[in-house]
Protein backbone atom coordinates (compact mmCIF):
# COMPACT_ATOMS: atom_id res chain seq x y z
CA UNK A 1 0.00 0.00 0.00
CA UNK A 2 1.39 3.40 -1.13
CA UNK A 3 1.60 6.52 1.77
CA UNK A 4 -0.86 8.29 -0.24
CA UNK A 5 -3.83 4.78 0.47
CA UNK A 6 -2.44 4.17 3.58
CA UNK A 7 -3.18 7.73 4.73
CA UNK A 8 -6.36 7.44 3.02
CA UNK A 9 -7.66 4.35 4.63
CA UNK A 10 -7.26 6.07 8.23
CA UNK A 11 -8.54 9.40 7.08
CA UNK A 12 -11.54 6.83 6.18
CA UNK A 13 -11.81 5.13 9.19
CA UNK A 14 -11.70 8.76 11.46
CA UNK A 15 -14.55 10.13 8.82
CA UNK A 16 -16.92 6.93 9.16
CA UNK A 17 -16.10 7.31 13.11
CA UNK A 18 -16.75 10.48 13.02
CA UNK A 19 -19.88 10.23 11.25
CA UNK A 20 -21.16 7.67 14.03
CA UNK A 21 -20.37 9.43 16.98
CA UNK A 22 -23.29 11.49 17.61
CA UNK A 23 -25.65 9.62 16.13
CA UNK A 24 -28.91 8.41 18.51
CA UNK A 25 -28.00 11.09 20.92
CA UNK A 26 -31.87 12.40 22.51
CA UNK A 27 -32.05 16.11 20.40
CA UNK A 28 -30.81 19.01 22.55
CA UNK A 29 -32.48 21.71 19.93
CA UNK A 30 -30.14 22.82 17.10
CA UNK A 31 -27.01 21.77 19.60
CA UNK A 32 -26.12 17.95 17.57
CA UNK A 33 -26.84 19.76 14.29
CA UNK A 34 -24.33 22.33 14.97
CA UNK A 35 -21.59 19.97 16.40
CA UNK A 36 -22.53 17.94 13.57
CA UNK A 37 -22.21 20.80 11.28
CA UNK A 38 -18.75 21.57 11.62
CA UNK A 39 -17.13 18.26 12.95
CA UNK A 40 -17.89 17.00 9.68
CA UNK A 41 -17.20 19.61 7.47
CA UNK A 42 -14.40 17.89 5.82
CA UNK A 43 -10.88 19.08 6.29
CA UNK A 44 -7.59 17.30 6.30
CA UNK A 45 -8.09 15.18 9.56
CA UNK A 46 -4.17 15.35 9.90
CA UNK A 47 -4.70 14.82 13.66
CA UNK A 48 -7.02 12.21 13.47
CA UNK A 49 -4.43 10.34 10.85
CA UNK A 50 -1.14 10.67 13.33
CA UNK A 51 -2.90 9.01 15.95
CA UNK A 52 -3.99 6.18 13.66
CA UNK A 53 -0.87 5.98 12.03
CA UNK A 54 1.69 6.32 14.91
CA UNK A 55 -0.41 3.68 16.76
CA UNK A 56 0.13 1.42 13.27
CA UNK A 57 4.02 2.28 13.34
CA UNK A 58 4.20 1.23 17.47
CA UNK A 59 2.41 -2.18 16.35
CA UNK A 60 -1.05 -1.37 17.49
CA UNK A 61 -4.10 -1.56 15.43
CA UNK A 62 -5.92 1.29 14.39
CA UNK A 63 -9.22 0.81 14.92
CA UNK A 64 -8.61 0.06 18.41
CA UNK A 65 -7.09 4.29 18.55
CA UNK A 66 -10.02 5.22 16.60
CA UNK A 67 -11.89 6.68 19.71
CA UNK A 68 -8.80 9.04 20.42
CA UNK A 69 -8.13 10.15 16.97
CA UNK A 70 -11.65 11.28 17.12
CA UNK A 71 -11.32 12.86 20.46
CA UNK A 72 -8.39 14.94 19.06
CA UNK A 73 -10.61 16.01 15.91
CA UNK A 74 -13.53 17.17 18.32
CA UNK A 75 -11.35 19.16 20.74
CA UNK A 76 -9.56 20.70 17.12
CA UNK A 77 -13.04 21.20 15.81
CA UNK A 78 -14.48 23.01 19.28
CA UNK A 79 -11.39 25.21 18.89
CA UNK A 80 -12.53 26.26 15.15
CA UNK A 81 -15.89 27.24 16.59
CA UNK A 82 -14.88 29.34 18.99
CA UNK A 83 -11.91 30.96 16.93
CA UNK A 84 -14.54 32.01 14.32
CA UNK A 85 -16.88 33.73 16.88
CA UNK A 86 -17.25 37.85 16.90
CA UNK A 87 -15.60 38.13 19.87
CA UNK A 88 -12.10 36.24 18.46
CA UNK A 89 -11.41 36.04 14.98
CA UNK A 90 -14.57 37.20 13.90
CA UNK A 91 -14.15 35.35 10.54
CA UNK A 92 -17.59 34.29 8.26
CA UNK A 93 -15.82 31.49 5.97
CA UNK A 94 -14.59 27.87 7.72
CA UNK A 95 -13.65 25.31 5.23
CA UNK A 96 -15.84 27.10 1.92
CA UNK A 97 -19.06 27.52 4.46
CA UNK A 98 -20.74 29.57 7.15
CA UNK A 99 -18.85 29.67 10.05
CA UNK A 100 -21.06 27.84 12.70
CA UNK A 101 -22.11 31.07 14.12
CA UNK A 102 -23.44 32.57 10.95
CA UNK A 103 -25.94 29.39 10.93
CA UNK A 104 -26.79 28.45 14.13
CA UNK A 105 -26.08 31.82 16.01
CA UNK A 106 -23.59 32.69 18.52
CA UNK A 107 -24.62 31.21 21.68
CA UNK A 108 -25.64 28.03 19.89
CA UNK A 109 -21.92 27.97 18.41
CA UNK A 110 -20.63 28.52 21.75
CA UNK A 111 -22.55 25.69 23.60
CA UNK A 112 -21.27 23.80 20.10
CA UNK A 113 -17.67 24.02 20.97
CA UNK A 114 -18.02 23.24 24.57
CA UNK A 115 -20.20 19.96 24.07
CA UNK A 116 -17.48 18.88 21.60
CA UNK A 117 -14.97 19.59 24.18
CA UNK A 118 -16.72 17.55 26.45
CA UNK A 119 -17.50 14.68 24.45
CA UNK A 120 -13.84 14.02 23.75
CA UNK A 121 -13.24 12.95 26.83
CA UNK A 122 -16.33 11.24 26.76
CA UNK A 123 -15.46 8.85 24.17
CA UNK A 124 -12.20 8.60 25.62
CA UNK A 125 -13.09 6.96 28.66
CA UNK A 126 -15.97 5.34 27.29
CA UNK A 127 -13.75 3.29 24.68
CA UNK A 128 -14.03 -0.53 25.44
CA UNK A 129 -11.08 -1.41 22.76
CA UNK A 130 -7.88 -0.71 24.69
CA UNK A 131 -6.63 -1.22 28.38
CA UNK A 132 -7.90 1.42 31.03
CA UNK A 133 -4.42 2.59 32.31
CA UNK A 134 -3.28 3.76 28.15
CA UNK A 135 -7.14 5.46 28.02
CA UNK A 136 -6.33 7.32 30.96
CA UNK A 137 -2.90 8.43 30.00
CA UNK A 138 -4.23 9.16 26.10
CA UNK A 139 -6.74 11.50 28.37
CA UNK A 140 -4.26 13.39 30.29
CA UNK A 141 -1.97 14.17 27.02
CA UNK A 142 -5.16 15.17 25.20
CA UNK A 143 -6.00 17.27 28.58
CA UNK A 144 -2.66 19.36 29.05
CA UNK A 145 -2.42 19.95 25.33
CA UNK A 146 -6.00 21.39 25.14
CA UNK A 147 -5.84 23.50 28.01
CA UNK A 148 -3.93 26.69 29.48
CA UNK A 149 -0.70 24.73 28.90
CA UNK A 150 -1.39 23.94 25.02
CA UNK A 151 -4.02 24.97 22.56
CA UNK A 152 -6.04 27.65 24.44
CA UNK A 153 -2.96 29.01 26.56
CA UNK A 154 -1.27 29.80 22.88
CA UNK A 155 -5.20 31.73 22.39
CA UNK A 156 -4.41 33.78 24.73
CA UNK A 157 -1.12 34.69 23.61
CA UNK A 158 -2.70 35.50 19.93
CA UNK A 159 -5.34 37.65 21.01
CA UNK A 160 -3.05 39.41 23.52
CA UNK A 161 -0.33 40.09 20.50
CA UNK A 162 -3.08 41.03 18.35
CA UNK A 163 -1.73 45.07 17.29
CA UNK A 164 1.87 44.58 19.19
CA UNK A 165 5.40 43.72 17.76
CA UNK A 166 6.24 40.08 18.91
CA UNK A 167 9.59 38.41 19.11
CA UNK A 168 10.41 35.39 17.33
CA UNK A 169 10.40 33.45 19.97
CA UNK A 170 7.53 34.92 21.69
CA UNK A 171 5.63 34.24 18.15
CA UNK A 172 7.33 30.10 18.19
CA UNK A 173 5.91 30.43 21.70
CA UNK A 174 2.53 31.25 21.12
CA UNK A 175 2.61 28.32 18.11
CA UNK A 176 3.55 25.68 19.72
CA UNK A 177 0.70 25.84 22.22
CA UNK A 178 -2.03 27.31 19.81
CA UNK A 179 -0.98 24.92 16.65
CA UNK A 180 1.64 22.87 18.01
CA UNK A 181 0.37 21.20 21.01
CA UNK A 182 -2.78 19.06 19.54
CA UNK A 183 -0.39 17.98 17.02
CA UNK A 184 1.87 16.55 19.03
CA UNK A 185 -0.82 14.77 21.43
CA UNK A 186 -2.49 13.00 18.23
CA UNK A 187 0.80 11.41 17.65
CA UNK A 188 1.72 10.99 21.19
CA UNK A 189 -1.66 9.30 21.71
CA UNK A 190 -1.39 7.17 19.19
CA UNK A 191 2.04 5.45 20.68
CA UNK A 192 0.12 5.37 23.83
CA UNK A 193 -2.76 2.99 22.04
CA UNK A 194 -0.24 0.76 20.51
CA UNK A 195 1.83 0.62 24.08
CA UNK A 196 4.64 1.91 22.76
CA UNK A 197 8.24 2.33 24.80
CA UNK A 198 9.04 5.48 26.28
CA UNK A 199 11.92 6.00 23.30
CA UNK A 200 8.87 5.53 21.01
CA UNK A 201 6.76 8.20 22.49
CA UNK A 202 9.81 10.60 22.55
CA UNK A 203 10.89 10.20 18.78
CA UNK A 204 7.06 10.77 18.11
CA UNK A 205 6.91 13.90 20.03
CA UNK A 206 9.94 15.31 18.27
CA UNK A 207 8.38 14.46 14.94
CA UNK A 208 5.25 16.25 15.54
CA UNK A 209 6.55 19.24 16.97
CA UNK A 210 8.97 19.58 14.06
CA UNK A 211 5.25 18.94 11.73
CA UNK A 212 3.55 21.06 13.72
CA UNK A 213 5.91 24.23 13.50
CA UNK A 214 6.28 23.18 9.88
CA UNK A 215 2.80 23.11 9.74
CA UNK A 216 1.87 26.87 11.23
CA UNK A 217 4.58 28.57 8.97
CA UNK A 218 3.04 26.98 5.92
CA UNK A 219 -0.28 28.41 7.36
CA UNK A 220 1.16 32.04 7.45
CA UNK A 221 2.90 31.61 4.19
CA UNK A 222 -0.72 30.57 2.46
CA UNK A 223 -2.39 33.23 4.23
CA UNK A 224 -0.41 35.98 2.71
CA UNK A 225 0.02 34.07 -0.94
CA UNK A 226 -2.92 31.88 -0.58
CA UNK A 227 -6.00 31.56 -2.76
CA UNK A 228 -9.19 31.78 -0.30
CA UNK A 229 -11.37 29.90 -3.07
CA UNK A 230 -8.47 27.08 -2.66
CA UNK A 231 -8.19 26.97 1.16
CA UNK A 232 -11.70 27.58 1.87
CA UNK A 233 -11.46 30.51 4.15
CA UNK A 234 -10.60 33.97 4.08
CA UNK A 235 -7.10 35.41 3.47
CA UNK A 236 -5.06 38.26 4.87
CA UNK A 237 -6.75 37.88 7.92
CA UNK A 238 -3.55 37.94 10.16
CA UNK A 239 -2.48 41.39 9.03
CA UNK A 240 -6.36 43.24 9.46
CA UNK A 241 -6.24 41.88 12.77
CA UNK A 242 -2.39 43.38 13.09
CA UNK A 243 -0.61 39.78 14.15
CA UNK A 244 2.69 39.49 14.06
CA UNK A 245 3.58 35.82 12.21
CA UNK A 246 6.29 34.03 10.92
CA UNK A 247 6.07 35.96 7.59
CA UNK A 248 5.90 39.20 9.33
CA UNK A 249 9.32 38.51 10.69
CA UNK A 250 11.10 36.67 7.96
CA UNK A 251 9.26 37.06 4.98
CA UNK A 252 7.84 34.61 2.58
CA UNK A 253 10.88 33.04 0.73
CA UNK A 254 12.56 32.72 4.37
CA UNK A 255 9.64 30.86 5.35
CA UNK A 256 9.79 28.62 2.26
CA UNK A 257 13.04 27.67 3.42
CA UNK A 258 12.62 27.55 7.02
CA UNK A 259 9.50 25.10 6.39
CA UNK A 260 11.91 22.50 4.35
CA UNK A 261 14.61 22.33 7.00
CA UNK A 262 12.16 21.47 9.42
CA UNK A 263 10.37 18.94 7.34
CA UNK A 264 13.91 17.49 7.17
CA UNK A 265 13.78 17.38 10.85
CA UNK A 266 10.95 16.01 11.49
CA UNK A 267 11.65 13.11 9.47
CA UNK A 268 14.87 12.28 10.83
CA UNK A 269 13.12 11.86 14.53
CA UNK A 270 11.61 8.77 13.45
CA UNK A 271 14.72 7.30 12.60
CA UNK A 272 14.09 4.79 15.88
CA UNK A 273 11.31 3.32 13.77
CA UNK A 274 13.26 2.65 10.52
CA UNK A 275 10.98 1.86 7.46
CA UNK A 276 7.90 1.49 9.15
CA UNK A 277 8.24 5.60 9.18
CA UNK A 278 7.96 5.67 5.48
CA UNK A 279 4.17 6.86 5.67
CA UNK A 280 4.64 9.78 7.94
CA UNK A 281 7.55 11.16 6.19
CA UNK A 282 5.20 11.20 3.12
CA UNK A 283 3.24 13.09 4.71
CA UNK A 284 5.55 15.76 6.11
CA UNK A 285 6.63 16.22 2.55
CA UNK A 286 3.00 16.41 1.58
CA UNK A 287 2.09 19.36 3.95
CA UNK A 288 5.19 21.63 3.11
CA UNK A 289 4.04 21.54 -0.11
CA UNK A 290 0.86 22.21 0.33
CA UNK A 291 -1.39 25.39 -1.45
CA UNK A 292 -4.62 24.74 0.97
Same mark, same amino acid.
Given at each position: ??????????????? @?W??R???N?E?? @?? $???? &???????????? /????? =????R &???G?P??A $??L???V???HT??LI?DD??? &??DD??R /?? +??T??K???????? !?? @???L !? #????E??????? $??P??LL #????? !?? +?A???WG?V @?G????MA?E?????L??V?? !?Q?M?????????A? &?G???A???Q????AV? +?Y?E??????????????V???AA? =??KS??SD?R??K??F?T????E #?CR?L? /??L?EE??EA????G??K??L????????? /???
Amino acid at each position: MTSQEQLNAHRALAE @GWLGRCLRNREPR @GD $LYDA &MEYSLLAGGKRI /RPVLT =LECCR &MCGGEPETA $LPLAGAVEMIHTYSLIHDDLPC &MDDDDLR /RG +RPTNHKVYGEATAV !LA @GDAL !L #TAAFEVILDAGS $LPPERLL #TAAAV !LA +RAAGGWGMV @GGQVLDMAGEGHALSLSEVEE !LQRMKTGALITAAAE &MGCVAAGGAQEQRAAVR +RYAEKLGLAFQIQDDILDVVGNAAA =LGKSVGSDARSEKTTFVTLKGVE #TCRKLV /RRLTEEAKEALAVFGCEKEHLCWLADSLAS /RET
